[in-house]
Each structure stands twice: as C-alpha cells, then as structure tokens.
C-alpha cells in the first residue's frame, strides 16, 4: 500500500477511536521506508501525544511491570511510559515499534495489551489508538516469526515505497531539490536493497534523507561531499548523486523562469529533471506566503514550452499534489489544460 493510502487509513483509526471502532493497525515493511515517519505524521497532523515504544529493546517485566507488596498482597507497578489520561491526555497514539524484532515473551506480553487494551489493572484510555510496525523476515532484520495470537489482534498493512508521495514529502521537509531532481530522473534508485547482498548502506527513503544532510554538511568540499554521500546511499548511488549534483553547474537561471522570462530549457535530460523539482520547491514557499499566482503562472508558461509533454505534466502534478487547488484558480492553467489534455493523468491528494 502507498505511504498516501496507508496514512488515510491510520488517520481514520485515529479518529475512529472516539466512537469505539479502533482496530489496532500493524505495518509490515523494510527497513528505511518510513513506517515510523507515518505514524508520526499522524500524531502531528492531530497534535496528538506520541508514544513510541520499541519492543525490541524491551523484558517483559518492562512491559507488564514489576510485582510489590501492598496489604498483604501482591500488585503491579504499572509501567510510567504507557498511555495516562491524566499525564498524556485523553487521546493520542500507542505506538510498538520493532514488534517483529521483540523476543516470544516480550510478545506474549503484549497480546492482552493490544487486544483487550489493559495489562492487569492497568486500562489503555480509550481515545488511545494502537499502531505496530516491523520488519519482514526477508529483510535481513532481526525478526521473530509473529504468532497467529498475535497477528489475529490486527489488522495489517504492507507499506510499498511511491515515489510521488515520497517528492510530495520530500518538497513539505525542504528536503534538497538536487536529492528530489535525481530521484525523479533515476526513480529505480529510491529503495533499492537487496537481503541477498547484505549491503552496509543502500538507497531508502530514510538514507536519501540522509544524503541531504551530507549535501548540506559537505557543500564546501566536494571530496568529502563524495565520499559522504556515498557512506549515506551505497557507492554506486552516490557515485551517481555526486556526478548529478556537479552536472547541475549548467542549470539555467531558476529565477529567470519565475520571473517569466524566455529561458532556453536544457537538452539533456537530468538537468530538466533538477528545473522542475526546483520550481515546484519555489512554488511551495510562494504559496506559503501567500503570494503564488503570478509565479505559478510563469511556471505554466515555462511548463508548456517543455519538449516532452510528459515532463510539463509531471512538473505540473507535483505542483498540484505540493499546493493544492490554488494551482487551479491561475489563469494559464486552463490554457496548460486544453494544450496537454491528451497526456494528462489526474491523481486525487
């Protein structure tokens, strides 16, 4: 399932909680792409707490908590980190991450946690919704095969890496537009891992974020920056990256375009990929501002003089997906419409 679809079903989870039809969601996936990410995207989109809990680092006596005398009896020291209506609020999410990696007693704990919401005495508040996430046993994790006790406790979801709604993310973190421009010019190299080669660094939505931070960190110094980038996606990736970046030395002038000036588009390839991840960059920030029709006007306009229809309406559908309906109310963009109705294909946000 695409990170898009799967974050529409945990925000209906989310909200379905107040009317008592939560059913706890479990994510299976690799490594690398971005199945706490969206968890954590949901937890903010609500403003709601966020409690993370990985399983994996985890005893049992962790989770079901430690035995005391009171009264002659024996009771439960109910563990600080779980959901509390009073300290976390009313609502928010019980997140067990790594569950696939956490050993058969550590699970076993949490059968009656994730099913009946309450380790003994302890109850989970009820606006609280239950995700899981883990690792495949192909993925070369450490990985435990999940009991069927446990797995009948969920309803589960395969996260399936898309490369527009990783652009549509990438563009909303200012994620480096050289990074986005690559991947939509080599979109094979967005997860590319393979368990038989037990590689040390490969390319995944999580490492390419991390070659951003390097292109930031190593600007100044192009042989570290290489080797940097490499150390983030692999060396065959960042070989790539790396001559991609340099080659973006013969880009023409960004702001030429938005000002609607007749610019000449660039023959090759990849470094019309790099022109319209950075103007669907510019086209986000001008309309956060408030300020974006002229500009997405010019943009239209530079749009249809492209010479591969395919490459104005990819550039034109990332800014849709990155803006919204403002995109729609720009004067040029009926014009754009007509002119390209033959190759347009429409994707709902």
Same mark, same amino acid.
């Not at 925000?11 to 690398?32: K, L, N």
């Not at 569950?99 to 009946?116: E, G, H, N, R």
């Given at each position: 399932?695409?990170?898009?679809?799967?974050?529409?079903?945990?925000? #209906?989870?989310?909200?379905?909680?107040?009317?008592?039809?939560?059913?706890?969601?479990?994510? *299976?996936?690799?490594?690398?792409?971005?199945?706490?990410?969206?968890?954590?995207?949901? @937890?903010?989109?609500?403003?709601?707490?966020?409690?993370?809990?990985?399983?994996?680092?985890?005893?049992?006596?962790?989770?079901?908590?430690?035995?005391?005398?009171?009264?002659?009896?024996?009771?439960?020291?109910?563990?600080?980190?779980?959901?509390? @209506?009073?300290?976390?609020?009313?609502?928010?999410?019980?997140?067990?991450?790594?569950?696939?990696?956490?050993?058969?007693?550590?699970?076993?704990?949490?059968?009656?946690?994730?099913?009946?919401?309450?380790?003994?005495?302890?109850?989970?508040? $009820?606006? *609280?919704?239950?995700?899981?996430?883990?690792?495949?046993?192909?993925?070369?994790?450490?990985?435990?095969?999940?009991?069927?006790?446990?797995?009948?406790?969920?309803?589960?979801?395969?996260?399936?890496?898309?490369?527009?709604?990783?652009?549509?993310?990438?563009?909303?973190?200012?994620?480096?537009? #050289?990074?986005?421009?690559?991947?939509?010019?080599?979109?094979?190299?967005?997860? !590319?891992?393979?368990?038989?080669?037990?590689?040390?660094?490969?390319?995944?939505?999580?490492?390419? $974020?991390?070659?951003?931070?390097?292109?930031?960190?190593? $600007?100044?110094?192009?042989?570290?920056?290489?080797?940097?980038?490499?150390?983030?996606?692999?060396?065959?990736?960042?070989?790539?990256?790396? @001559?991609?970046?340099?080659?973006?030395?013969?880009?023409? !002038?960004?702001?030429?375009?938005?000002?609607? $000036?007749?610019?000449?588009?660039?023959?090759?390839?990849?470094?019309?990929?790099?022109?319209?991840?950075?103007?669907?960059?510019?086209?986000?920030?001008?309309?956060?501002?408030?300020?974006?029709?002229?500009?997405?006007?010019?943009?239209? !306009?530079?749009?249809?003089?492209?010479?591969? @229809?395919?490459?104005?309406?990819?550039?034109?559908?990332?800014?849709?997906?990155?803006?919204?309906?403002?995109?729609?109310?720009?004067?040029?963009?009926?014009? *754009?419409?007509?002119?390209?109705?033959?190759?347009?294909?429409?994707?709902?946000?």
């Amino acid at each position: 399932m695409r990170p898009r679809h799967l974050q529409t079903i945990l925000e #209906r989870e989310f909200a379905s909680a107040r009317d008592g039809h939560h059913t706890p969601v479990m994510i *299976w996936g690799p490594p690398g792409v971005g199945k706490s990410e969206t968890v954590a995207l949901v @937890a903010r989109n609500h403003n709601a707490p966020l409690i993370d809990i990985r399983l994996s680092q985890m005893e049992p006596s962790d989770l079901r908590g430690i035995p005391f005398r009171g009264d002659n009896l024996v009771e439960w020291a109910v563990p600080r980190m779980l959901p509390d @209506a009073t300290r976390h609020g009313e609502s928010g999410i019980l997140f067990l991450d790594e569950i696939t990696s956490a050993s058969p007693a550590v699970s076993a704990a949490a059968y009656q946690l994730i099913l009946d919401r309450c380790l003994g005495e302890y109850e989970i508040p $009820e606006g *609280w919704v239950i995700f899981a996430a883990g690792n495949r046993q192909g993925d070369r994790g450490v990985t435990y095969s999940m009991p069927s006790p446990l797995a009948n406790r969920f309803t589960h979801y395969d996260f399936d890496v898309n490369l527009d709604d990783w652009v549509l993310w990438a563009h909303q973190n200012n994620i480096d537009e #050289r990074v986005v421009a690559f991947l939509r010019f080599r979109p094979e190299l967005l997860f !590319d891992f393979d368990p038989a080669q037990d590689p040390v660094a490969f390319p995944t939505p999580r490492s390419w $974020e991390f070659a951003h931070r390097a292109l930031q960190k190593f $600007e100044e110094n192009p042989e570290v920056r290489a080797d940097a980038l490499q150390g983030c996606v692999g060396k065959a990736a960042g070989i790539e990256l790396g @001559a991609f970046v340099d080659n973006l030395l013969n880009l023409p !002038d960004i702001n030429a375009i938005l000002r609607g $000036e007749q610019v000449p588009i660039p023959e090759s390839i990849d470094l019309q990929y790099a022109v319209a991840s950075s103007l669907v960059g510019h086209a986000l920030r001008a309309t956060e501002k408030g300020d974006s029709q002229e500009l997405l006007g010019n943009i239209l !306009d530079f749009a249809s003089r492209l010479p591969q @229809a395919e490459m104005g309406v990819m550039l034109v559908s990332d800014i849709y997906r990155t803006v919204g309906e403002p995109l729609f109310s720009v004067p040029q963009f009926s014009q *754009w419409a007509n002119q390209f109705a033959d190759v347009m294909l429409y994707d709902a946000k």
